[in-house]
């Protein structure tokens, strides 16, 4: 079965500063990894996904992730953050091959952009 | 395009009562999920429809809890009796399907948060 660490709970960064939250998984197959971000009172909204290819994966928002399948990583990056980013972001993971596609999350990392 | 819909937003209860919740997926999408997000948790799998038919219950607690979606569209989650364990948001997911077609990416709803007394 796939698990999710997110290894930080919560992350402070100025406003205008570049941020990175961190996202390590454990799977005995080939993944699909996700960002989701969570704003206050909210569902969920699809950052970026990681199906194939290319490594480096672009968002929406400025977001950016790059996938390292030996460091079974999948980190979250933005070179300038904004107030408006401050929200909890999941990490999510879901195996290849095993045909119902279910997700599973990380326990968030709370994102405060100080102005 | 319309969102994943989901009534009530909130629902305060005693606990022991019962508390449905209702969602409707996005139009022509034919998987549903039911999630449940405890306070700083990330959110949990409990059931997985594809069209009418349950593909994952494994994690659904089924002494109490209860799913359908009998014409593979909207579909309401049930629980009775409620705990006071079960205060959580409770998150609807919908991805376009089906199965073994690729990865689908899952819109989520905007949740129903519970508080149980």
């Known amino acids: 079965a796939q698990s999710v660490t997110q290894l930080d709970s919560q992350v402070p960064v100025f406003e205008e500063a570049p941020v990175e939250l961190r996202c390590n998984y454990s799977s005995s197959v080939s993944v699909y990894l996700f960002w989701y971000v969570q704003y206050p009172n909210q569902g969920l909204q699809l950052l970026l996904k990681y199906l194939s290819g290319s490594t480096l994966v672009k968002g929406i928002n400025g977001f950016e992730a790059e996938f390292n399948k030996s460091q079974t990583s999948f980190h979250l990056r933005k070179p300038s953050v904004h107030i408006s980013d401050t929200a909890e972001y999941f990490c999510a993971v879901s195996e290849t091959g095993a045909g119902s596609y279910q997700l599973t999350f990380g326990k968030g990392t709370k994102l405060s952009v100080i102005p | ?117």
């Open chain 2, 1 to 117: 395009e319309a969102g994943v819909a989901q009534s009530p937003r909130y629902k305060i209860i005693e606990k022991r009562q019962s508390v449905a919740f209702w969602c409707n997926p996005i139009s022509g999408h034919a998987t549903l999920y039911w999630y449940q997000q405890i306070l700083g948790q990330g959110p949990k799998l409990l059931i997985q429809f594809q069209n009418n038919g349950v593909v994952d219950d494994s994690q659904l607690p089924k002494d109490r809890f209860s799913a359908e979606r009998l014409k593979g569209v909207d579909s309401t989650l049930k629980i009775q009796p409620a705990k006071l364990e079960d205060s959580a948001v409770y998150l609807c997911a919908s991805s376009l399907g089906p199965l073994g077609t690729g990865v689908e990416t899952q819109y989520f709803g905007p949740g129903t948060r519970l508080l149980v007394l």
